[in-house]
């Protein structure tokens, strides 16, 4: 009778344990699904933390570069200006007015 029991699965001590046993597997199952959802969900933030951290970078390198190139093309400009105007106070016998033209307009 005990061995009927055992092979149609309804035996007490067997029913018993595999109910020990199904719950052990659903509990591992839940915290595995836990922990990839855990797992997934840091990784997204990571992943939005690691852009926009780029992003940043990107925009601050973007800056710093218009900023210095604008500071060198200033101070070659003012250079060429104080070069001209030192040039115009040495030479200043050589230059020519234009005449002015009385067609009456």
Known sequence: MEMKMVQDGT????V???TC?????????????AHYKYGMESLSIATRVSRAQV??????TVRQLREDTLGKC?????????ERRAG???VSGLSSAVPKCSLGI
């Open 11 to 14: 035996h007490p001590e067997f």
């Open 16 to 18: 018993a344990q595999k």
């Open 21 to 33: 046993i199904d719950q052990k597997f659903e509990e591992k199952v839940r915290l595995a699904d």
């Open 55 to 60: 992003h940043s970078q990107y925009f601050q």
């Open 74 to 82: 200033s101070e070659l400009w003012y250079q060429i200006q104080r």
């Open 88 to 90: 115009d106070a040495l």
